[in-house]
C-alpha cells in the first residue's frame, strides 16, 4: 500500500482528496499546522501530524518515522489580494515551507510530488482557454511563489530525480457528495460560498466586482472545477508519475460561467432570492479565465465527474446548508 504525505490536508482541497485517497486504499499522513485547516476535516482514517513547513526539524521527523512513497502539497497561504499587501507571506513562507519540504523529501529519497499550483501564473494569457504552455507571468506574488516553486521542482528532478506534476487548478468550488465535508476559509473569498452564505442569510447581499467587462453579461467569466474532481486529478498524476516522466497541466472544466450565470443558478439551486449589488472593478481582475485541460485528458486519461454548474452548487449546498458554521458544529 503506497503512503501518501498530504501537506495541508486539513484544508479545503487537501481533506476532500485524502478522502479520496483513503476510499481507493492508499495510506495518508497529512502534515497541517491548523493553522488555516480544521481537524475535524480529516479523514478519522489518516493520520494527522500537526507541524509547521517553516520548522524543517518538524518535516523531516515525519520522513524518518513514516515511509512516504508521494508528497501531495497543499499548504499554503492562498490569497491573491493578501499577496499584495503581505508579500513575504508568499515570496518567503509559501516559497521556504516548499523547500523545506522539498529538502527533507528528496533525502528521503522520494520519487513522486504533486504541486497545488494554480491559473494566477497567467496574468497576460495570449489564448483563451489557456493551454498548459501558456508563458508563466505571474500578476502577484502569489502566483509567483507558486512559480518559484514550480522552479524548484525543476532542479529537484534534475539533481534528485523527483519527478513532479504541478497541477495548475483554476477555481476550485464545490464540496463533497456527502455533505459532510466541504469549503470552511477564514475570510472567505471565493465566490460560490459568499453566494451561497448570502442565500442563507449570513450575509446581506452579494457584492459583484465590476459589471463592465468585455463578457456577455459584463461580469468576469471563471472556469469552476469540482474539489472532488481536483482530487482524482491529484490521484492520477500520482499514478502516472510511476512512468519516470514530470509533467505540467492546466485543470478546469474548459467551461467558463460569468458572476452573473453562477448568482442565477444558485438561486436554482437553494430556491433563495440571494440580493446582489453593484461593485467597483478589482484590480489585477481578469476579465475571462478558462483551462484548456486538453493535456491532462488525453496523457492521464482524467475525466471531470462533476462538470456541470449546477452540481458544483448543489453539492457546496448540501455542505453549507449542513452546517452554516462550517466545521464549528462539528465534534
Ligand atoms: N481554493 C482554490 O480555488 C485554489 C485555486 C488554485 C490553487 N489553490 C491551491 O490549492 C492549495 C489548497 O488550497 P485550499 O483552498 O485548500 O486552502 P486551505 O487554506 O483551505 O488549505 C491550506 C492548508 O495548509 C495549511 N498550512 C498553511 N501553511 C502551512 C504550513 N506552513 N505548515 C503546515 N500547514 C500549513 C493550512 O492550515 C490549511 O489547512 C493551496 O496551495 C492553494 O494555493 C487553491
Not at 476535516?41 to 512513497?69: C, M, N, T, W
Not at 499548504?75 to 516548499?98: C, F, G, Q, T
Not at 485528458?297 to 462550517?326: C, D, F, M, V
Request: proline fraction near 6%; glycine fraction near 8%.
Amino acid at each position: 500500500m503506497n503512503t501518501i504525505l498530504v501537506t495541508g490536508g486539513a484544508g479545503y482541497i487537501g481533506s476532500h482528496t485524502v478522502e479520496l485517497l483513503i476510499e481507493q486504499g492508499y495510506d495518508v499522513v497529512v502534515f497541517d499546522n491548523l493553522f488555516k485547516g480544521h481537524r475535524q476535516a480529516v479523514h478519522p482514517k489518516a493520520r494527522l501530524i500537526i507541524g509547521d513547513l517553516l520548522v524543517p526539524e518538524q518535516i523531516q521527523a515525519v520522513f524518518d518515522e513514516y515511509s512516504i512513497d508521494g508528497v501531495f502539497h497543499f499548504a499554503s497561504h492562498i490569497m491573491v489580494p493578501e499577496s499584495m499587501v503581505k508579500p513575504w507571506l508568499y515570496l518567503r513562507d509559501n516559497v521556504v515551507a516548499a523547500s523545506n519540504l522539498l529538502e527533507a523529501a528528496v533525502s528521503h529519497n522520494v520519487k513522486r510530488f504533486i504541486l497545488s499550483s494554480t491559473a494566477a501564473l497567467f496574468d497576460q494569457p495570449k489564448q483563451i482557454p489557456i493551454p498548459a504552455d501558456e508563458d508563466v507571468l505571474p500578476g502577484s506574488p502569489y502566483g509567483e511563489s507558486k512559480a518559484m516553486i514550480e522552479r524548484q521542482l525543476h532542479w529537484m528532478d534534475e539533481i534528485y530525480g523527483l519527478k513532479s506534476c504541478c497541477l495548475r487548478y483554476f477555481n476550485a468550488a464545490g464540496a463533497h457528495p456527502n455533505g459532510h465535508i466541504g469549503e470552511d476559509h477564514d475570510p472567505e473569498t471565493h465566490l460560490i460560498p459568499l453566494v451561497l452564505k448570502t442565500a442563507l442569510g449570513q450575509r446581506e447581499k452579494i457584492v459583484i466586482y465590476g459589471d463592465d467587462y468585455a463578457t456577455p453579461d459584463g461580469t468576469c467569466i471563471r472556469d469552476y472545477i469540482h474539489v472532488m474532481d481536483l482530487a482524482s486529478a491529484h490521484v492520477a498524476a500520482f499514478e502516472a508519475l510511476a512512468d519516470g516522466k514530470s509533467r505540467k497541466y492546466n485543470l478546469g472544466t474548459g467551461t467558463g460561467y460569468s458572476i452573473r450565470e453562477v448568482i442565477d443558478a444558485a438561486r436554482v439551486v437553494t430556491g433563495c432570492p440571494i440580493p446582489e449589488a453593484a461593485g467597483a472593478r478589482r484590480p489585477g481582475d481578469l476579465p475571462i479565465l478558462v483551462a484548456d485541460s486538453q493535456l491532462i485528458q488525453s496523457e492521464l486519461g482524467w475525466k471531470p465527474k462533476y462538470p456541470a454548474l449546477e452540481q458544483i452548487i448543489e453539492t457546496a449546498w448540501k455542505w453549507h446548508r449542513t452546517h452554516p458554521n462550517g466545521f464549528e458544529t462539528v465534534s
